[in-house]
């Protein structure tokens, strides 16, 4: 029932995130990829990962 209480620029940066963090861990593989990275990748900030 989340998915209902976002907006729609909600939805699309938590895809964005999703998207991102996916290609970061294809790329660097699990041991090496972080927040940092990811948050590079899509652009956002350590507070938007973590909601």
Excluded: C, N
């Amino acid at each position: 029932m989340l998915e209902k209480r976002l907006t729609a620029k909600g939805r699309a940066t938590r895809s964005r995130i999703v998207e991102g963090a996916a290609e970061v861990i294809q790329e660097a593989g699990v041991p090496s990829a972080t927040l940092e990275d990811v948050m590079a990748r899509t652009r956002t900030s350590k507070s938007q990962l973590f909601h």
